[in-house]
């Protein structure tokens, strides 16, 4: 049995979570498509061509996920993103794992739209950019990164803007798909909401 979850979103919305547990919810597997995009972005911090390292990504290159988390991976991964070349050097890897048996979850920005238009569920979590940028920074703090509130809510803007404005698959809420606000929720009753979301459209 395939069945697709699709979560896209601007950064810190809560949509890695939501996938997350979502995924653990159902016993399906979990694929944050961001991570794809920062290995990206982070091979060309040292100079390496964006589209190479792209066609050059192996899954293994995920598992330095404490690295992939630095914010100045994320911009990288946001400046790469918006190159054509790059998203569709992705594009099999992610198709490839929706696909699979017994079940996926994608998060991302474009998985709804692009990755896998026909996802049984479709999702685009939000928030404001206050709360998101909270989140974000005690996440960052939590994690040894030191970074002013500030700072956070200006990368955050800034990306979700290059986000928004590039001309290939930019981050926009499918037609289908539900929005889920969580400014206003706890994790857990965003969570609560996905799970009943998915459990109906199965
Ligand atoms: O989700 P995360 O914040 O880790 O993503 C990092 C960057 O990767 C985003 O700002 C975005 O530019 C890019 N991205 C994308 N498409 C996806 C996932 C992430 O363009 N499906």
Do not use: W
């Not at 988390?69 to 569709?88: F, K, L, M, N």
Request: hydrophobic share 45%.
């Amino acid at each position: 049995m395939t069945f697709t979850v699709a979560i896209d979103g601007p950064a810190a919305a809560g949509k890695g979570t939501v996938a997350r547990r979502v995924a653990a919810h159902f016993g399906f597997a979990h694929l944050d498509t961001g991570l794809l995009y920062r290995a990206t972005g982070l091979r060309t911090l040292d100079g390496t061509d964006p589209v190479t390292a792209a066609r050059a990504l192996k899954a293994g290159d995920l598992d330095a996920e404490e690295a992939l988390r630095a914010p100045e991976v994320a911009q990288a991964a946001s400046r790469v993103a918006a190159i054509p070349e790059v998203r569709t050097a992705l594009v099999d890897f992610q198709r490839a794992f929706a696909r699979r048996s017994g079940g996926a979850v994608l998060d991302g920005r474009d998985i709804g739209t692009v990755i896998c238009p026909d996802a049984e569920v479709k999702l685009f979590v939000t928030a404001s950019d206050d709360v998101r940028a909270r989140r974000r920074h005690a996440e960052l703090t939590g994690n040894g990164h030191d970074v002013s509130l500030d700072d956070v809510l200006s990368d955050l803007r800034q990306r979700d803007a290059r986000d928004s404005a590039r001309a290939t698959a930019p981050l926009k809420p499918a037609v289908d798909a539900v929005l889920l606000d969580t400014s206003q929720m706890t994790i857990e009753q965003a969570v609560a909401e996905a799970i009943a979301i998915t459990d109906a459209r199965k």
